[in-house]
């Protein structure tokens, strides 16, 4: 079992910024990938950014390509994602997710791919 809790989440004036932060514990391994989606209401849950708990390699949505930064601590089993220039489309539940059996980064935009989920915490972009 993993468990996964986020948190950063709040609200932020459109341009602003916010760190989100998920924080992993029980059952942990140095291969997987962890990931941050986003739902907004009525909206399907959208992939944001995926990275790959050995070496660090990122990957994001087009979306947020140059606005968001995802990284990882090992020694405290967190992972963060840093959003910059955030615009109200951003708005969203906000879920960190653990892939521990990974598949190729072909996959890694499909809720499909993930095996745990943290509960998500709230992201507001006011205009």
């Known amino acids: 079992q993993v468990q996964l809790v986020e948190s950063g989440g709040g609200l932020v004036q459109a341009g602003g910024s916010l760190r989100l932060s998920c924080a992993a514990s029980?059952?942990?391994?140095?291969?997987?990938?962890m990931g941050w989606f986003r739902q907004a209401p009525g909206k399907e849950r959208e992939f944001v950014a995926a990275i790959r708990w050995s070496g660090g390699r990122t990957y994001y949505g087009d979306s947020v390509k140059g606005r968001f930064t995802i990284s990882r601590d090992n020694a405290k089993n967190t992972v963060y994602l840093q959003m910059n220039s955030l615009k109200p489309e951003d708005t969203g539940v906000y879920y960190c997710?653990?892939?521990?059996?990974?598949?190729?980064?072909?996959?890694?935009?499909?809720?499909?791919?993930?095996?745990?989920w943290g509960q998500g915490t709230q992201v507001t972009v006011s205009s």
């Open positions: 029980g059952r942990t391994f140095s291969s997987y990938v």
């Open positions: 997710a653990a892939d521990l059996n990974y598949s190729g980064s072909y996959y890694l935009a499909s809720i499909k791919e993930y095996d745990y």
